[in-house]
């Protein structure tokens, strides 16, 4: 029976490739367009199937730049598609409009490719599911929601406001982070470009006033003779030592449980990662549950799209209370990682019936709590940035003077 069943497997992994074909439709009109498939033969089938008589297949080359698709690229290209449904453009055209307006030919391909699937006979949330990459279980439930009841144009507008402000809170972490980032690296950078170049000219010079040296001066010099010697290990260790870092964090899910952890526990930024968190997974579950989810399945999206391993594992045990009969308020209350203005604001929505509209307004309430923490943070990084700088900087140039000021002394002046 092992045997049997490996054909089986080879079919379900038959190579596609991309076709441009143009031929006539029942109405004798040309038409053409792209589709991908794992032979000309079977290209001209898919088209007989739908009514078209095949004139030319041709199969596409490979071009370059293809570039990759981005979060951003999906956000954009679902405003489009909720814009343009909304206004009566067909599905397939509105496909074709964005995919030959987008810039980026990974994204033209990827859209043509799920149009194709669409004009094979898939529905749009099953032509979705074949991307993973790109289009989330969230993504791919709220379209299938949308779909089922005829409300796929307001569904995608949802999904591209949620995408926008999802994509807002991310880029204002990322610009906090950047930021000192940025300076520290530029720091460090300017500091070994000092020990190797301007410390050994400076010890040359010292060496001929055959005198004792300060002893900044001493373990300034020092730490530039093992930059010198060892300077090849100390950047190959530390780029190593990033690599292997990021390397390890996206495979390793006990190290990403870890620091998810430390980052909620830091001083500063752990309360703005806090925040964000708890932005996300209100914002997620009040998309799904406005598109008329049902809670326990929309909590299967709402743990992922949370970001932080900490808010996946307590979700699930919201899941399985809920599941249990429990009410929502009380599973979050019992997994201790939700403020107590979050729970009381859901509390609210479900006696009232308006949980969707309560969680919005939690998720509203906590990125403006971002944008302004976001914003403070700035405004404290750069003096204590400028502090730390001028303390490592200033101290090796005042290191380097002293015994030139010593000598200034001895001498007389």
Known sequence: MATSRKPERKSLDVKEFTFAWEGKDRKGKIVHGEMRAASETAVAVILRRQGILPVTVKKQKLRGGRGRVKEKD???????????????VPLLQ?????????????????????????????????????????FDALYCNLVEAGEQAG?????????????????????????????????????????????????????????SF???LPGPTLIVIAISDFFVEWWLAIFGGLFG??????????????????????FLGLPIFGPVIRKATLARWTRTLSTMFAAGVPLVEALNAVGPASGNHVYITATRGIQSEVNAGTSL????????????????????????????????????FYEEEVDDAVAGLSKLMEPIIMVVLGVIIGGMVIAMYLPIFKLGSVIGF
Not at 197 to 207: D, N, Q, Y
């Open 94 to 134: 509105a496909f074709d409009i964005v995919a030959k307006g987008s810039s980026s030919l990974a994204v033209t391909r990827l859209l043509m490719d799920i149009k194709t699937e669409v004009e094979a006979g898939s529905s749009l949330n099953q032509a979705f599911r074949r991307y993973p990459l790109h």
């Open 210 to 212: 055959g005198a004792d």
């Open 151 to 207: 409300i796929l144009d307001s569904l995608l507008e949802r999904l591209a406001t949620y995408k926008e402000k999802i994509l807002s809170i991310k880029s204002k972490i990322k610009s906090a982070m950047i930021y000192p980032v940025a300076v520290l690296v530029v720091a460090f950078a300017v500091t070994a470009l000092i020990m190797i170049f301007v410390v050994p000219a400076f010890k040359g010079v010292f060496s």
């Open 241 to 262: 030592g990033i690599y292997a870092f990021f390397y390890i964090w996206k495979r390793s899910v006990p190290m990403q449980i870890v620091l998810d952890r430390f």
């Open 74 to 88: 999906i956000a954009l290209f679902t405003r489009q598609m909720a814009t343009m449904m909304r206004s009566g």
């Open 329 to 364: 308020t009380v599973a979050m209350q019992n997994s201790n990682e939700f403020p107590n203005m979050t729970v009381q604001m859901v509390s609210i929505g479900e006696e009232t019936g308006r949980l969707d509209s309560m969680l919005g307004k939690v998720a509203d």
